[in-house]
């Protein structure tokens, strides 16, 4: 199961797993929610970073489809 952070959780943020990656200049480094993990499949989310040149695009763009999908009554989120 995964750690809820809420008032009524007793899971606490020092509970969580800390992981160091090293990374490079020229890496791409994405910070999202399980509302775009839990809708979109990491090749999709891999190749619209690699299509598109601008962060702030590729964002807005995987807000628009993560939402798309999560509001689909069609597809299983």
Do not use: C, Y
């Amino acid at each position: 199961m995964p750690f809820q952070l809420g008032t009524d959780s007793s899971d606490r943020p020092e509970h969580a797993e800390r992981v160091e990656v090293p990374v490079e200049v020229g890496d791409v480094v994405l910070l999202a929610t399980d509302g775009v993990w839990d809708n979109m499949f990491e090749d999709e989310i891999k190749n619209m970073v690699e299509e598109i040149d601008v962060p702030q695009e590729v964002a807005n763009r995987l807000a628009e489809k993560a939402i798309r999908i999560g509001r689909s009554e069609g597809q299983p989120t």
